[in-house]
Each structure stands twice: as C-alpha cells, then as structure tokens.
C-alpha cells in the first residue's frame, strides 16, 4: 500500500498526475484534481514519465478528450486541463538577454524604464536575476528591445548545449558556474 502525496490516504493502485507542474502519485479521488501523466513502459529509466497533454494541448484536443468524456462512458476519459501546460517558461539567462539588449541600443537603465512606464530599480533587479518580470513586464521588454524571454528561444549557450561535448557526455564542471 502506498500513500497519496495529496491526503495522505493509504491507496492500493496509486496515479501518477501533475498538479500545479508538480507530478504526484496520488488516490483516485485527488486524482480529478490535475492531468494524468502516463508512465513510459517497463522499467524507469532517465525520461520516466510523459504528459498526456504534451500530444494534444491544442484546442481541438481538448474539445475530442472533453466530447468523449461526456459521451455516457466513464469519468475516467475526461481530462482536465492543467494550466501550467500551456505556460511559457521564462529563460535562465532572462537578466543576460535583457542587459545585452538594452546595452546594445545605447539606453541606460533609467532610461528603459522610462520607455517602459516602470520603475529604474525594478530593471536593476532584472538584471542582476533577483526578480522575474511578470507577464506585463516581460511582454514591455520583449516588445521595446525585440528579445524573447521565453525558455523556447535558443540563445547562444543554449546552442552549445545541444552540441555536447567531445567525450558525448555532459559533465558537472560544464554545467556550473563559479560565483569567485
């Protein structure tokens, strides 16, 4: 028997869902509360689970899932959605993109914000990664420095990274970055 991660109840055949970008193995009752992640056959190996809703987060997808859900068959066919699917991600390097832009059309901090109707301190935190631009602020930036701040938008490391290193292999020294 295994716990739910949810409620905590004891469960015999426990589902594996994401809820809030978080992928729980939880009761069948906590289990409406997020979208069913579909476990790869046999054994885990490094990629161990796929979200069903990676193959159909479009809208027509969701209209086929929801018509036959409510066709008369089980409430087990319908899918709720979860909202963090459809989420961009903001890219590591975002303070980075936004120095470099800004520098590279000769506008100092004070006068972005300007441009940008914000506060001078709010860039500072920005670009030194203290903070992360909400959905208002993001979309300001990408639109006055003509940058994109999302994860999907390659940049130049993000480059290197797909390439791998001569041995095939990534290690821990290619990935950290000393702070001294």
Do not use: H
């Amino acid at each position: 028997m295994v716990q739910c991660e949810m409620c905590g109840t004891e469960t015999g055949q426990p589902k594996t869902v994401k809820i809030e970008g978080a992928e729980l193995d939880v009761c069948a009752e906590c289990a409406e509360f997020g979208t069913e992640v579909r476990q790869q056959s046999s054994s885990a190996s490094s990629t161990k689970y796929s979200t069903s809703s990676s193959s159909g987060s479009g809208s027509s997808g969701s209209s086929s899932q929801s018509s036959s859900g409510s066709s008369g068959g089980g409430g087990s066919q319908r899918r709720r959605r979860d909202m963090f699917d459809q989420m961009d991600e903001v890219a590591q390097d975002y303070d980075s993109r936004i120095r470099q832009a800004r520098e590279s059309r000769g506008l100092s901090q004070e006068d972005l914000a300007k441009k940008l109707n914000e506060k001078a301190s709010l860039i500072r935190k920005l670009e030194r990664g203290d903070v992360l631009p909400s959905d208002g602020v993001q979309r300001k930036l990408e639109r006055e420095l003509d940058i994109s701040l999302v994860e999907g938008a390659a940049s130049d490391e993000e480059t290197e990274w797909s390439s791998g290193s001569s041995s095939g292999g990534t290690t821990l020294g290619d990935v950290v970055k000393r702070k001294d």
